[in-house]
């Protein structure tokens, strides 16, 4: 079993920065791809980024591509998003999830990450 916990949203001016972490406890070797995914008011749930920790292969969304960052600690499981640049569209609720199966694959299939935290809010104000 993987417990995964998010921390690090809030309420941020277009234009600032958040950074979020998420805590793996739990089997943390075998946190094979970690990915964050966010899901606005009224929408479906996206992939925002993805990290194999493997060999540090990530991918993004077109969207926030060069403004938002995804990195991890190979030691402890954990993973982060760094997000600068951000904007009222990138209000959502942010999960993070981990895929302890596959090392290869798409990224963005929702399906392949079998373990899930239970998000962390951000909100971007204009």
């Known amino acids: 079993q993987v417990q995964l916990v998010e921390s690090g949203g809030g309420v941020v001016q277009a234009g600032g920065s958040l950074r979020l972490a998420c805590a793996s406890a739990?089997?943390?070797?075998?946190?094979?791809?970690g990915a964050w995914f966010r899901q606005a008011p009224g929408k479906e749930r996206e992939f925002v980024a993805a990290l194999r920790r493997t060999d540090g292969i990530t991918g993004y969304l077109d969207s926030v591509q060069g403004r938002f960052t995804i990195s991890g600690d190979m030691a402890d499981g954990s993973l982060f998003l760094e997000m600068n640049s951000l904007q009222p569209e990138d209000t959502a609720v942010y999960y993070c999830?981990?895929?302890?199966?596959?090392?290869?694959?798409?990224?963005?299939?929702?399906?392949?990450?079998?373990?899930w935290g239970q998000g962390t809010t951000v909100t971007v104000s204009s």
């Open positions: 999830a981990t895929d302890t199966t596959h090392y290869y694959g798409d990224f963005k299939l929702q399906s392949r990450y079998n373990y």
């Open positions: 739990g089997r943390r070797h075998d946190n094979l791809v």
